[in-house]
């Protein structure tokens, strides 16, 4: 069955750098553009960044064009978001979701992870 | 962007009555609209996508409608596992995919 495993989440001082992975399984992970997706405590979604099938188109949320950077390994299944000078506005649970499209993103997701939580705080 | 707008930010509904959930968006989104489910503690789940077309194995319990910009998610019947926060999603601007706030359905 597909299962998406996010891991890299803690507690981190403003201005520092996380790296968040997301281990897929249960699907030809190298066909699916993947998203990332975070939730505040308590709020609601936002879309964060997505990388296309093969690695060569990325695009994300004004907020954090810059700042941080998504990237895949398809040899291991594995989604990557590379955080650099966070804010506090950063703090949630950043989920991965798959992209329901096969090689072409359709922009909505059919399977996520069960999140892992950025906090970050001084 | 485009602004997703819930209504109403909660329902409170008996268990077997009809659940109506309303999405609005700021302009035309066409029918690319998609609404998720969320319950405490879980990730969202896929329900509708294209305005009306239920996801793999979800219940027909659920459907939508709509178009443009107005949209709407039924549930007929509540069970008791259909109390949860319900969230509608475009994607019609592409990559800058939206949310709406959410809508809490509740038990009356």
């Known amino acids: 069955q597909v299962q998406m495993v996010e891991s890299g989440g803690g507690v981190v001082q403003p201005e520092r750098s996380l790296r968040l992975s997301c281990t897929a399984s249960g699907f030809t992970f190298s066909r699916y553009p993947m998203h990332w997706v975070r939730q505040a405590p308590g709020k609601g979604l936002e879309w964060v960044a997505v990388?296309?099938?093969?690695?060569?188109?990325?695009y994300y949320t004004d907020s954090v064009k810059g700042r941080f950077t998504i990237s895949r390994d398809n040899s291991k299944s594995t989604l990557f978001l590379q955080m650099n000078s966070l804010r506090a506005e950063d703090t949630a649970l950043y989920y991965c979701?798959?992209?329901?499209?096969?090689?072409?993103?359709?922009?909505?997701?059919?399977?996520w992870g069960q999140g892992t939580l950025v906090t970050v705080s001084s | 962007e485009i602004v997703m707008t819930q209504s109403p930010a909660t329902l409170s509904v008996s268990p077997g009555e009809r659940a109506t959930l309303s999405c609005r968006a700021s302009?035309?989104?066409?029918?690319?609209l998609a609404w998720y489910q969320q319950k405490p503690g879980q990730a969202p789940r896929l329900l509708i996508y294209y305005a009306s077309t239920r996801a793999t194995g979800i219940s027909a319990r659920f459907s939508g409608s709509g178009s443009g910009t107005e949209f709407t998610l039924t549930i007929s019947s509540l069970q008791s596992e259909d109390f949860a926060v319900y969230y509608c999603q475009q994607y019609n601007n592409w990559p800058l995919v939206t949310f709406g706030q959410g809508t809490k359905l509740e038990i009356k």
């Open positions: 302009q035309s989104v066409s029918s690319k």
């Open positions: 990388i296309s099938h093969d690695g060569d188109n990325k």
């Open positions: 979701a798959r992209d329901r499209g096969i090689a072409s993103a359709d922009y909505f997701f059919d399977y």
